[in-house]
């Protein structure tokens, strides 16, 4: 039997015995009193190659998210409205490009930096910032590590983030742990978040 807590994109992928497994952690679903929306890299690098497969995209452009990103624009422009409507705080990510503050000698991980240029991780015109968005560039997945997200948010008093983006398994994962590590209360809007894998998704 499917509930509001469960009725999420893992439904289908998910079996009922493992969901099971985890019904001690439901709780009530809610957006709190000062909420803030935070947009994990929104940007061009995600959707390179246009709305194709992720498997034909990923030959020619593997940072894209295909289709999976493409299907996402809609409800992420609605959202985008609402909390435009609604005067909630809008915060962004992306990539810091800036050859001058990355590491020298120290190689972290063996992972392969995006392609594409600093165009790549300009933010898509859809939802391009407004004055008074704050843009929070970043070097590690998390929006969080490193970044001055965290004064931000406690100088406006927010309590809820509403986050959305690239990818669920990867950037927005991290910062939504950080965040709920941090003391907010995390709410992910599945329409609005997409990956490469609909498993990991």
């Not at 994109?9 to 969901?19: E, K, N, R, S, Y």
């Amino acid at each position: 039997m499917v509930d509001a807590f469960e009725d999420h994109c893992w439904q289908d992928i998910i079996p009922a015995d493992v969901l099971d497994l985890y019904s001690h952690y439901k709780r009530d679903l809610y957006v709190g009193p000062k909420a803030a929306l935070l947009a994990i890299d929104l940007y061009e690098l995600a959707y390179q190659g246009g709305p194709n497969p992720v498997s034909e995209v990923a030959k020619e452009f593997p940072s894209s998210c295909g289709i999976n990103a493409w299907k996402a624009i809609e409800p992420t422009k609605k959202l985008f409205a609402a909390a435009r409507a609604a005067g909630l705080p809008i915060f962004y990510t992306t990539g810091d490009t800036r050859e001058s503050s990355k590491p020298g000698a120290i190689k972290a991980t063996n992972r392969r930096g995006g392609t594409g240029g600093a165009d790549a991780f300009t933010i898509r015109p859809e939802w391009a910032p407004q004055p008074g968005d704050v843009v929070i560039t970043k070097q590690r997945a998390s929006g969080f590590f490193g970044t001055p997200l965290t004064a931000h948010l406690t100088q406006l008093g927010i309590d809820t983030i509403i986050i959305i983006g690239e990818s669920t398994s990867g950037c927005v994962r991290a910062s939504t742990v950080d965040g709920y590590s941090n003391g907010y209360h995390m709410v992910m809007v599945e329409e609005c978040c997409f990956d490469r894998s609909e498993i990991s998704h």
